[in-house]
């Protein structure tokens, strides 16, 4: 079973709209409301590829329980800690020219108790999973290095975990050596000071990481596909052009297809080809965390990998 932390759950909003006007009174065309935060947004696309999933994290109020409700339409586990307040929302307003622009509320301050029951409950979940994803930001009042707490004890019971976060978060995550990390380029940037226009750089950067002891390095591209550094090599996918309706989400149906890949025992290329085969199907849908089956096996046939070294 695969699992999927969100800390910082949230519902998420996509607003269609003619145009963004600021000081004017603006009405909405359509609206799509899905349970959101990057590890429920994994937890949907692994969902939709087949394998049996359970997602945890925290939520609190109304907007928590319509959380549990939307997930228990779409057939997926959950097992949260429950914290007073509501949990939050995040607007993605999406405009007749394809600009998107996002809006995301910081989420609920927990008490130092609502993460020590959490951490237990963790602990008793990696236990029955096969592998962890851990996904996103923290509410406030959650430590900065609770990301490398968590990896620490999912290696400690033999069990492979995909770390996708930024900032500080990335920084303290990497030094307990997740199995596998998927940042874009901007976050490689900000982790290792290399160009993001520079292709070498960005892989000599994923080469330094491996040093440490990732043994799974990929770096989402946008448009431009993937890199992935494992012992294997350095591998670039790239997809086929697309018309992109939305893509919030779009890493995290990587992550998604990643994990199923490990789960599946993938070869490198297999693994890579069909990460971003789901993602660029996650882009051709309105919501967030969800592809067409149609779409990604269109897509996946014309996906090209290429093994750079």
């Given amino acids: 079973m695969i699992t999927t932390v969100t800390l910082n759950v949230a519902i998420d909003k996509a607003y269609i709209m003619d145009d963004l006007r600021k000081g004017e009174v603006l009405r909405v065309k359509e609206c799509n409301y899905t349970a959101g935060g990057k590890g429920l947004n994994v937890a949907k696309v692994v969902k939709l590829c087949g394998e049996e999933v359970l997602t945890t994290g925290f939520v609190g109020g109304f907007a928590g329980k319509y959380v549990e409700k939307l997930l228990e339409e779409q057939n997926i586990q959950s097992d949260f800690v429950y914290f007073e307040g509501e949990t939050r929302s995040c607007i993605n307003i999406l405009e007749s020219d394809r600009t998107s622009t996002e809006i995301l509320e910081p989420g609920a301050i927990l008490e130092k108790d609502h993460v020590e029951l959490f951490m237990k409950k963790f602990s008793e979940i990696v236990d029955r999973s096969s592998i962890i994803t851990i996904s996103g930001s923290v509410p406030r009042g959650v430590k900065v290095d609770i990301y490398r707490e968590m990896v620490n004890i999912v290696k400690a019971k033999g069990k492979m975990v995909l770390l996708d976060t930024s900032g500080k978060l990335l920084e303290e995550g990497i030094k307990a050596c997740p199995t596998m990390i998927k940042p874009n380029a901007d976050e490689i940037k900000m ?42 090599g350095v ?75």
């Fill in 191 to 232: 982790l290792l000071g290399v160009s993001t226009d520079n292709m070498d750089q960005i892989i000599q950067g994923m080469k330094k990481l491996r040093a440490r002891g990732i043994a799974n390095v990929a770096v989402s591209l946008g448009a431009e596909g993937a890199l992935l550094v494992t012992d294997e």
């Fill in 235 to 309: 591998f670039l996918g790239r997809p086929p052009k697309i018309i992109p309706i939305n893509t919030v989400g779009c890493g995290d149906a990587m992550v998604a297809a990643f994990a199923v890949g490990l789960e599946r025992k993938y070869t490198v290329e297999e693994m890579l080809r069909y990460a971003i085969a789901v993602a660029s199907a996650n882009a051709l849908t309105l919501a967030t965390g969800s592809f067409k089956m149609n779409d990604m096996k269109k897509i996946i046939k014309e996906v090209v990998v290429e093994k750079l070294e």
